[in-house]
């Protein structure tokens, strides 16, 4: 697997943990914690990584240690993902 799809793999994996959870919120450590149990443990720079885009992104946001979603995370999940 080409390491910009595994990349994208790893993001699409925190953001429905993000968007799963919420409004239950996770720290960073938490949630690399958990989508890590699905994976590799050696992909925790991944996962971090994963984080980082997607608040660059727009569509994560860090709190203090807290990871949430943007409130345009949340809307197009409700458009894209839930009837």
């Known amino acids: 697997m080409s390491l910009d799809r595994e990349h994208t793999q790893i993001e699409r994996a925190v953001l429905e943990e993000v968007l799963h959870l919420h409004p239950d919120h996770l720290t960073i450590a938490e949630l690399m914690q958990k989508v890590a149990a699905d994976r590799d443990r050696s992909e925790d ?3 971090a990584q994963a984080i980082r885009d997607l608040t660059g992104s727009g569509l994560l946001r860090e709190i203090d ?3 949430v979603p943007t409130h345009a995370a949340l809307r197009a999940a ?3 993902l839930w009837p």
């Open 65 to 67: 240690d807290v990871v």
């Open 45 to 47: 720079e991944g996962i």
């Open 78 to 80: 409700a458009l894209l």
